[in-house]
């Protein structure tokens, strides 16, 4: 049910009395906000006019005469210039919800040609704590996966861990100098995580050091140019002058305020281990750390027996560590194929780059000079490592030989575009030109002071600490005394907690999807469970309520089968309303297909639930005026909880019978 690609065909066949090739004319119809425009309006009559010269609205009535669409529409209208107004009539939308009755799919058919698709999501280090950074690759990629299952292709989603860096190389490190082999038997998961933290503050600590060094000269220089940009514009005399001696104090006054902030960060980092006088004593024993924990990496890599051993030892904790999240999250993967799955592979690819004469040393490197890029893509360092480039690769031809895929999506965020151009340039010339691949980026979580969302002490914020916040503020919105104690029967508690998790949960997965990918967002626990505006909670109470009249009525939605045959028309514009959005469901997740942006099928959740809610208001059901009108009002209400239920389910987000 993609009315507009049905529309399409139809205005095609109308268009060719008018222009050799009407496709690009008869696509250019779109959904109406306003029902005084009809339900979709389509745009074809202006452009086209300009290109054979004729009046828009005089062509916007010849098109429409040569318009076949009575079954579906009533007689179409034109509205100024030329756009053409379409209203579905009332018999065809009762006889679509007839039909919608009867599928389970809600009407969304199933793509042809089916495609193949990998989806790369997630990909978190496994040897540190999940964080903040993690949730936008990790819901945005399971959406899309879901939902490209739903529609009928075939998905195949890889999460690509990092399994064989320096992560393993600080928790190696922290282990041999630090560890307590007893205390990691009985407790691996939190001593593994606890002596990555340890190590990994000593490096920054001794990062912050160095870098602190450098800031006193940088916000010197920022501040002269200050300076000078104030006399500069002081001396400007004309406009234009003006204007960029404006841009260039502000240019100038950012960098002294980043240069500032990185300064108290750095400050912060540094009291943290200088005010604790046992850090501080381990700081200075282990003052070469960094290479340290390199050269433990090196020797992972080189297949040092010690370090394989423990390698071997503590990855299927740390892959527990980070399992438990996913199970939080409801996300599950095909393959989990990490860094080191490859291993074997990259020394070859590099001798495969070579011989295709694509590679070549540079200085002791091996690089893949591209000609569009200024700065190669380095395959191999002089000391003989590989790179993350390096994987990719061998990625890549890994899953051309054993997946064949039509498409293959990396959700990762916008900061590495460069890295996938250069990817997937280098692909195009190993026999992968046949293959879509598409970088999926994103933005950055951010705080409500609109920065990256951090601790105090300028950390990442923990992904589990996060879910539990958000779960701990639904309980006390959702499950308020208040609340509770006018639902009949009374929740348990074990209600209760299941509540609370649910929209805890899906709080956290919609207020993220709920933007469009490539935008930053801000996090906000007190929006993102709020009952009202465009939040899950809102979204699953609409699901809650639509149960609620079905507990009622003593029905499931799937006992509602029927509309009662003898009406044929709506009896309140809300009814009419509504049945429009539900049809309306294919067209989303199409759309979520066609820009990897689930913000399309949140949009469209939202907007459904505004309008069963203004039909809540306003139609009684099982009061209605007449037996037909209940049929047809308690066939809104199952379908309304049908493709909530369905659409949420494809964001990875469950419901709950009462709210």
Same mark, same amino acid.
């Given at each position: 049910?993609?009315?507009?690609?049905?529309?399409?065909?139809?205005?095609?066949?109308?268009? @060719?009395?008018?222009?050799?090739?009407?496709?690009?004319?008869?696509?250019?119809?779109?959904?109406?906000?306003?029902?005084?425009?009809?339900?979709?309006?389509?745009?074809?009559?202006?452009?086209?006019?300009?290109? /054979?010269?004729?009046?828009?609205?005089?062509?916007?009535?010849?098109? #429409?005469? &040569?318009?076949?669409?009575?079954?579906?529409?009533?007689?179409?209208?034109?509205?100024?210039?030329?756009?053409?107004? *379409?209203?579905?009539?009332?018999?065809?939308?009762?006889?679509?919800?007839?039909?919608?009755?009867?599928?389970?799919?809600?009407?969304?058919?199933?793509?042809?040609?089916?495609?193949?698709?990998?989806?790369?999501?997630?990909?978190?280090?496994?040897?540190?704590?999940?964080?903040?950074?993690? /949730?936008?690759?990790?819901?945005?990629?399971?959406? /899309?996966?879901?939902?490209?299952?739903? *529609?009928?292709?075939?998905?195949?989603?890889?999460?690509?861990?990092?399994?064989?860096?320096?992560?393993?190389?600080?928790?190696?490190?922290?282990?041999?100098?630090?560890?307590?082999?007893?205390?990691?038997?009985?407790?691996?998961?939190?001593?593994?995580?606890?002596?990555?933290?340890?190590?990994?503050?000593?490096?920054?600590?001794?990062?912050?050091?160095?870098?602190?060094?450098?800031?006193?000269?940088?916000?010197?220089?920022? &501040?002269?140019?200050?300076?000078?940009?104030?006399?500069?514009?002081?001396?400007?005399?004309?406009?234009?002058?003006?204007?960029?001696?404006?841009?260039?104090?502000?240019?100038?006054?950012?960098?002294?305020?980043?240069?500032?902030?990185?300064?108290?960060?750095?400050?912060?980092? /540094?009291?943290?281990?200088?005010?604790?006088?046992? *850090?501080?004593?381990?700081?200075?024993?282990?003052?070469?750390?960094?290479?340290?924990?390199?050269?433990?990496?090196? &020797?992972?890599?080189?297949?040092?027996?010690?370090?394989?051993?423990?390698?071997? @030892?503590?990855?299927?904790?740390?892959?527990?560590?980070?399992?438990?999240?996913?199970?939080?999250?409801?996300?599950?993967?095909?393959?989990?194929?990490?860094?080191?799955?490859?291993?074997?592979?990259?020394?070859?690819?590099?001798?495969?780059?070579?011989?295709?004469?694509?590679?070549?040393?540079?200085?002791?490197?091996?690089?893949?000079?591209?000609?569009?890029?200024?700065?190669?893509?380095?395959?191999?360092?002089?000391?003989?490592?590989?790179?993350?480039?390096?994987?990719?690769?061998?990625?890549?031809?890994?899953?051309?030989?054993?997946?064949?895929?039509?498409?293959?999506?990396?959700?990762?965020?916008?900061?590495?575009?460069?890295?996938?151009?250069?990817?997937?340039?280098?692909?195009?010339?190993?026999?992968?030109?046949?293959?879509?691949?598409?970088?999926?980026?994103?933005?950055?979580?951010?705080?409500?002071?609109?920065?990256?969302?951090?601790?105090?002490?300028?950390?990442?914020?923990?992904?589990?600490?996060?879910?539990?916040?958000?779960?701990?503020?639904?309980?006390?919105?959702?499950?308020?005394?208040?609340?509770?104690?006018?639902?009949?029967?009374?929740?348990?508690?074990?209600?209760?907690?299941?509540?609370?998790?649910?929209?805890?949960?899906?709080?956290?997965?919609?207020?993220? *999807?709920?933007?469009?990918?490539?935008?930053?967002?801000?996090?906000?626990?007190?929006?993102?469970?709020?009952?009202?505006?465009?939040?899950?909670?809102?979204?699953? %109470?609409? %699901?809650?309520?639509?149960?609620?009249?079905?507990?009622?009525?003593?029905?499931?939605?799937?006992?509602?089968?029927?509309?009662?045959?003898?009406?044929?028309?709506?009896?309140?514009?809300?009814?009419?309303?509504?049945?429009?959005?539900?049809?309306?469901?294919?067209?989303?997740?199409?759309?979520?297909?066609?820009?990897?942006?689930?913000?399309?099928?949140?949009? %469209?959740?939202?907007?459904?639930?505004?309008? %069963?809610? #203004?039909?809540?208001?306003?139609?009684?059901?099982?009061?209605?005026?007449?037996?037909?009108?209940?049929?047809?009002?308690?066939?809104?209400?199952?379908?309304?909880?049908?493709?909530?239920?369905?659409?949420?389910?494809?964001?990875?987000?469950?419901?709950?019978?009462?709210?």
């Amino acid at each position: 049910m993609h009315l507009p690609n049905q529309f399409s065909v139809r205005f095609a066949e109308a268009l @060719k009395t008018f222009v050799e090739d009407p496709s690009p004319f008869a696509s250019m119809i779109r959904s109406t906000n306003d029902p005084k425009f009809g339900d979709y309006q389509a745009n074809c009559a202006m452009p086209l006019s300009k290109q /054979i010269g004729k009046n828009p609205r005089e062509l916007a009535s010849g098109i #429409v005469e &040569k318009l076949d669409l009575d079954a579906v529409c009533e007689p179409p209208e034109i509205a100024g210039p030329g756009f053409i107004n *379409l209203r579905l009539k009332d018999s065809f939308l009762l006889q679509s919800l007839r039909d919608m009755l009867a599928d389970p799919r809600c009407l969304v058919s199933l793509a042809n040609p089916k495609r193949k698709v990998i989806v790369d999501f997630s990909s978190p280090n496994v040897a540190k704590p999940m964080h903040v950074g993690h /949730i936008r690759s990790t819901v945005i990629g399971d959406a /899309i996966a879901r939902t490209l299952a739903f *529609l009928g292709h075939d998905v195949i989603t890889d999460n690509h861990l990092g399994d064989w860096g320096t992560q393993f190389g600080i928790i190696i490190y922290g282990y041999k100098h630090f560890g307590d082999a007893d205390k990691v038997a009985k407790n691996p998961v939190t001593e593994l995580a606890s002596l990555y933290r340890f190590v990994n503050q000593l490096i920054e600590y001794r990062k912050a050091k160095r870098a602190a060094e450098q800031i006193p000269a940088q916000l010197t220089a920022a &501040k002269s140019e200050v300076t000078a940009a104030e006399q500069t514009l002081q001396a400007a005399a004309d406009p234009k002058a003006q204007k960029q001696a404006k841009k260039a104090l502000a240019s100038a006054k950012k960098k002294v305020e980043s240069l500032e902030a990185q300064s108290e960060s750095l400050r912060e980092k /540094i009291e943290a281990v200088e005010g604790d006088a046992e *850090l501080v004593a381990q700081a200075n024993a282990h003052p070469d750390v960094e290479n340290a924990v390199l050269q433990e990496t090196v &020797k992972l890599h080189q297949g040092d027996s010690e370090n394989i051993a423990l390698w071997t @030892k503590f990855l299927p904790h740390c892959k527990d560590e980070i399992n438990r999240i996913y199970n939080r999250l409801n996300v599950t993967f095909d393959h989990t194929l990490g860094e080191s799955f490859y291993h074997s592979m990259l020394e070859p690819v590099v001798e495969d780059l070579e011989k295709r004469g694509l590679a070549r040393d540079s200085e002791g490197a091996v690089c893949v000079f591209l000609d569009e890029f200024d700065a190669p893509m380095i395959v191999r360092k002089k000391d003989g490592a590989f790179l993350y480039a390096t994987t990719d690769i061998a990625t890549l031809k890994y899953r051309l030989e054993e997946f064949n895929p039509d498409e293959i999506l990396y959700v990762v965020d916008s900061r590495q575009s460069e890295h996938f151009d250069k990817l997937f340039a280098v692909a195009r010339k190993i026999g992968m030109e046949n293959v879509k691949m598409v970088h999926v980026n994103f933005g950055t979580v951010l705080g409500e002071n609109g920065k990256p969302l951090k601790t105090r002490s300028g950390t990442l914020i923990g992904l589990e600490g996060l879910l539990d916040d958000a779960v701990n503020r639904a309980r006390e919105v959702v499950c308020n005394p208040e609340r509770i104690e006018k639902i009949d029967p009374p929740m348990d508690d074990a209600e209760r907690e299941q509540v609370a998790q649910v929209v805890g949960h899906g709080a956290i997965k919609y207020a993220d *999807l709920s933007h469009h990918r490539t935008s930053d967002y801000s996090f906000s626990l007190d929006k993102m469970v709020a009952l009202e505006g465009n939040t899950s909670a809102y979204v699953q %109470y609409a %699901y809650a309520r639509t149960q609620g009249i079905l507990r009622k009525a003593g029905v499931t939605d799937s006992d509602v089968t029927s509309i009662d045959a003898e009406l044929t028309e709506f009896t309140h514009p809300a009814e009419r309303a509504l049945a429009v959005k539900l049809l309306r469901f294919e067209e989303a997740l199409v759309s979520v297909h066609q820009d990897y942006a689930p913000n399309a099928l949140v949009d %469209y959740l939202y907007e459904t639930a505004k309008a %069963y809610a #203004v039909f809540n208001d306003n139609c009684h059901v099982l009061k209605a005026e007449s037996e037909s009108i209940a049929s047809l009002r308690l066939a809104l209400v199952a379908l309304t909880g049908r493709v909530i239920r369905v659409a949420l389910s494809l964001l990875g987000i469950n419901v709950v019978a009462r709210m």
